[in-house]
């Protein structure tokens, strides 16, 4: 029996059973982790809103013996990136983020790095009036920082959708949805 506390930034979520959720959350210290989140599709759930899309938060989980995956007993958001969330094309944007550090980061293996560029990434999205070029140099980061270092000197001549699709291995879904954000 262990508890433990992390600082993550939620990336993916998808629904478990009638009240659990399964939390995609790239972290500070372990990396990209996946945590299930029980009862907070509940109407009294306390912890609801702190483990929404985008939040930044803190998470005290429980792992166990038996526990296939940690599970959040407590939760609290320490930012919540209320300017993109405000924003339907931003929305898209940190969305589209999101699905690339999913796909390229491997699962519990920190990358402290990556977790701060996301987070001043998002910080910066808030704020920013120029989204694409911000993009672009999120992308071109984060590929520096995982160590794809061809590809991102291809991101200068290239397009970028091309690239990343490329090393993901599949076609990017955030990106057949973007046209309708606009």
Same mark, same amino acid.
């Given at each position: 029996?262990?508890?433990? @506390?992390?600082?993550?930034?939620?990336l993916?979520?998808?629904?478990?059973? !009638? /009240?659990?959720?399964?939390?995609? %959350?790239l972290?500070?210290?372990?990396? @990209?982790?996946?945590?299930?989140?029980?009862?907070?599709?509940?109407?009294? *759930?306390r912890?609801?809103? #702190?483990?929404? $899309?985008? +939040?930044?938060?803190?998470?005290?989980? &429980? *792992?166990?013996? @038996?526990?296939?995956?940690?599970? %959040?007993?407590? /939760?609290?958001? $320490?930012?919540?990136?209320?300017?993109?969330? +405000? +924003?339907?094309?931003?929305?898209?944007?940190?969305?589209?983020?999101? =699905?690339?550090?999913?796909?390229l980061?491997?699962?519990?293996? !920190?990358?402290?790095? %990556?977790? &701060? #560029?996301?987070?001043?990434? $998002? *910080?910066?999205?808030?704020?920013?009036?120029?989204? /694409?070029?911000?993009?672009?140099?999120?992308?071109? +980061?984060?590929?520096?920082?995982?160590?794809?270092?061809?590809?991102?000197?291809?991101?200068?001549?290239?397009? *970028?959708?091309?690239?990343? =699709?490329? $090393?993901?291995e599949? @076609?990017?879904?955030?990106?057949? %949805?973007?046209?309708?954000?606009?």
């Amino acid at each position: 029996m262990r508890t433990y @506390k992390i600082e993550g930034i939620v990336l993916k979520r998808r629904n478990l059973g !009638e /009240a659990d959720r399964v939390l995609t %959350v790239l972290s500070r210290d372990s990396g @990209k982790i996946s945590i299930k989140a029980p009862g907070v599709r509940r109407i009294p *759930s306390r912890r609801s809103s #702190h483990v929404e $899309l985008l +939040n930044h938060s803190q998470f005290t989980l &429980y *792992s166990g013996d @038996k526990t296939f995956m940690p599970i %959040v007993t407590e /939760a609290q958001t $320490l930012e919540d990136f209320s300017g993109v969330k +405000n +924003n339907l094309q931003k929305i898209g944007y940190a969305y589209y983020i999101c =699905e690339l550090i999913n796909g390229l980061c491997a699962d519990n293996q !920190e990358n402290r790095s %990556v977790f &701060y #560029h996301l987070k001043s990434t $998002l *910080s910066e999205l808030a704020q920013s009036l120029d989204c /694409a070029s911000l993009i672009k140099r999120f992308e071109k +980061n984060l590929l520096k920082e995982l160590g794809f270092w061809s590809e991102a000197r291809l991101l200068e001549n290239q397009d *970028s959708r091309i690239i990343m =699709e490329r $090393l993901l291995e599949r @076609k990017i879904k955030t990106l057949r %949805v973007m046209p309708l954000f606009a």
